[in-house]
């Protein structure tokens, strides 16, 4: 049974690990694309919380493969930042408002209906929580 817990917390630590390293390279990534956009209204926020057990990875890994194939499908380089914000690792993607992102909302959302713990909030007040 020690072995088990052992086990688990390593798990656990390497996929927060990965998560945040994740994050941190996304942002860092996308820090000098929201140049050009009015980083004053957030018209997306796409919120991945947490009811005491973390986010789902699952959620957050299909989501980051849906962007960066509808990119690509289309050609563009959509402008987001990613801004995390809690204890568990909640996280939020924060798109700013520019063309094809309605379209991609809406695949977005179809396709993340069947993920416990996904958020859309369309012109929220802010994007920290």
């Known amino acids: 049974m020690k072995l088990f817990i052992l086990l688990w917390s390593i798990f656990c630590c390497l996929l927060f690990v990965e998560c945040k390293t994740s994050v941190k390279s996304q942002k860092s990534k996308n820090e000098s694309s929201t140049q ?21 990875y699952h959620a957050a890994k299909k ?15 959509l402008k987001y930042e990613i801004k995390p914000w809690g204890k568990e ?19 977005a959302k179809k396709v993340m209906e069947n993920y416990e713990h996904v958020e859309f909030h369309e012109n929220p007040l802010h994007c920290d929580r």
């Not at 050009?36 to 789902?56: A, E, L, R, Y």
């Not at 989501?63 to 380089?77: A, G, H, S, Y």
């Not at 939020?92 to 992102?101: D, G, H, M, R, V």
């Open 36 to 56: 050009n956009v009015d980083t004053n209204h957030v018209k997306i926020k796409v919120s991945f919380i947490s009811i005491g057990q973390g986010v789902n």
């Open 89 to 107: 690792g909640e996280f939020n993607y924060c798109f700013y408002e520019q063309s094809k992102l309605d379209e991609f909302i809406d695949y």
């Open 63 to 77: 989501f980051r493969e849906i962007l960066e194939e509808f990119q690509q499908k289309n050609k563009i380089q």
